[in-house]
C-alpha cells in the first residue's frame, strides 16, 4: 500500500533551518512528483511547493523562494524540504503528498515544526 | 497576488445538499485550473476527495461531486451525513504553481 511517513516533530530556534524528510513506500517512486504544503495555527493549507520524483525539478511559492529547497534521493525513495531563516510564523505542521498528472491522493502523517526563541 | 476564495462557513441539515465554490481571482476556472479538492477534520491529515475538476479518488464517498459551476469550481455533498462536518479547501493550478483556496468550514447541524 501507498505510505509516506515523515520525520518528527522540529523545534527550532529563529533564524535557524529545518530539514524534513518524506518516505515513499508502496509505489514506483520517480513516476510521481510529492508536493509540500502547510498549515500553519489558525490558518488554512498553503502550497510550499513541488519537486518532480524523476528528474528533480521543483517549483516553489513564491514567497517561499529563495528560502526553501526541496530535494529527493531516489536511492532510498525519500523527498526532503529544507526551509532556511526560520521565523516565528514558519511554525506549522508540513505535509508531504503524492502527486501526479494534477492529481494529488497520499498524504504522509505530518511534521510539526515549532519555531520559539 | 494570485487568490482563490471560498466561502468561510457554510451550514447544511442532514440528508441535505450543500455546493461548496472556488473562484479564482485571474478569472474563470475552467478545467485547465485541474481543481482538486480535500477534506481536513481537527487534529487530521487532509484527505483528498477530488482531483482533476470532477474525479473522485477510490475513497472518495459516491456523494461527493465536484464540477465547474458559473466560473467557479463546485463541490457538492450530497445526503450530507454528520461526519461531513470539516474544512474543505480547494486547490488550483497555475501554470507552475498552486494555490489554496482560504478553506470553507462545513457544520452540518
Known amino acids: 500500500q501507498v505510505q509516506l511517513v515523515q520525520s518528527g516533530t522540529e523545534v527550532k530556534k529563529p533564524g535557524a533551518s529545518v530539514k524534513v524528510s518524506c518516505k515513499a513506500s508502496?509505489?514506483?517512486?520517480?513516476?510521481?512528483?510529492v508536493t509540500w504544503v502547510r498549515r500553519a495555527p489558525g490558518q488554512g493549507l498553503e502550497w510550499v511547493g513541488w519537486?518532480?520524483?524523476?528528474?528533480?525539478?521543483?517549483s516553489y511559492a513564491q514567497k517561499f523562494q529563495g528560502r526553501v529547497t526541496m530535494t529527493t534521493d531516489t536511492s532510498t525513495s525519500t523527498a526532503y524540504m529544507e526551509l532556511r531563516s526560520l521565523r516565528s510564523d514558519d511554525t506549522a505542521f508540513y505535509y508531504c503528498?503524492?502527486?501526479?498528472?494534477?492529481?494529488?491522493?497520499?498524504w504522509g502523517q505530518g511534521t510539526l515544526v515549532t519555531v520559539s526563541s | 497576488q494570485t487568490v482563490v476564495t471560498q466561502e468561510p462557513s457554510l451550514a447544511v441539515s442532514p440528508g441535505g445538499t450543500v455546493t461548496l465554490t472556488c473562484a479564482s481571482s485571474?478569472?474563470?476556472?475552467?478545467?485547465?485550473?485541474?481543481p482538486n479538492w480535500f477534506q481536513q477534520k481537527p487534529g487530521q491529515v487532509p484527505r483528498a476527495l477530488i482531483y482533476?475538476?470532477?474525479n473522485r479518488h477510490s475513497w472518495t464517498p459516491a456523494r461527493f461531486s465536484g464540477a465547474l459551476l458559473g466560473g467557479k469550481a463546485a463541490l457538492t455533498l450530497s445526503d450530507v451525513q454528520p461526519e461531513d462536518e470539516a474544512e474543505y479547501y480547494c486547490?488550483?493550478?497555475?501554470?507552475?504553481?498552486?494555490?489554496f483556496g482560504g478553506g470553507t468550514k462545513l457544520t452540518v447541524l
Open positions: 486547490l488550483l493550478h497555475y501554470g507552475h504553481f498552486w494555490v
Open positions: 503528498a503524492r502527486d501526479i498528472d494534477h492529481e494529488i491522493d497520499y
Open positions: 482533476r475538476t470532477s
Open positions: 508502496g509505489y514506483a517512486f520517480t513516476n510521481y512528483g
Open positions: 519537486i518532480n520524483g524523476y528528474n528533480g525539478h521543483t
Open positions: 485571474t478569472g474563470a476556472v475552467t478545467s485547465d485550473y485541474y
